[in-house]
Every structure is written in C-alpha cells, then in structure tokens.
C-alpha cells in the first residue's frame, strides 16, 4: 500500500509561486510514474502534470504549460510541483498521485492507483 501525502498549499496574489510536495510511502517509489491534479468546486478532478519514473519524461495541461514544473526525487521518495505565475483560475485542491502500471505518464485520472487527501491552493486576484 502506497500512501501519498501533499503539502505546500496556501493563499497567494495572482502572479506569485507555490511550491508544492507529494511524500510517498512505500519501496515501489522509484517504479511509479506520478501526476498532479486538481479539482476546483463544482469541476471534475483535471489533470496537472505527470512524470514518469526517471523523470525523463514530463508532461503538461495545457493551462499549466510554461507556468508549472513537475519534478521528483527517488532518493528523498518525493514528487514536486512548482507554480509560477499563479493565476485565479489555479485555484483548486491539488492531488498528487501514484500509477503503478503506465509506462509512459498518463493524463488520465483511471490510471492512478493511489491518491493523496489533497491540498488547498487559493490565489486572489
């Protein structure tokens, strides 16, 4: 069993930077591609960014792109999300999460086998 837990959410001004972590649990770490999502009220949960395993490979929703940055550190079992350029429409509970199985890095929600309780990030225009 994985266990995912987030941190790093807050309140910020449009046009600032969060930074947040994902903790895994667990020995698989290092064999797990990693996402974040996010899901505003009222939204279905979005895809953010993914990583895969090495972190070779990354990508990114659209919305995000040249603003956010997924990385990970096997040795630390952490997975990371820089936001810059924070925009009102960020505002959102984030959710790391941990697919046991893709290859490659999937945007799909169905994919993640374990997920994180979340963390608010708020950012006022």
């Known amino acids: 069993q994985v266990q995912l837990v987030e941190s790093g959410g807050g309140l910020v001004q449009a046009g600032g930077s969060l930074s947040l972590s994902c903790a895994a649990s667990g020995r698989t770490f290092s064999s797990e591609t990693m996402g974040w999502f996010r899901q505003a009220p009222g939204n279905e949960r979005d895809f953010v960014a993914a990583i895969s395993r090495t972190g070779a490979t990354t990508y990114y929703a659209d919305s995000v792109k040249g603003r956010f940055s997924i990385s990970r550190d096997n040795a630390k079992n952490t997975v990371y999300l820089q936001m810059n350029s924070l925009k009102p429409e960020d505002t959102a509970v984030y959710y790391c999460?941990?697919?046991?199985?893709?290859?490659?890095?999937?945007?799909?929600?169905?994919?993640?086998?374990?997920w994180g309780q979340g963390t608010q990030v708020t950012v006022s225009s």
């Open positions: 999460a941990a697919d046991r199985s893709s290859v490659l890095p999937s945007v799909w929600s169905r994919d993640y086998d374990y």
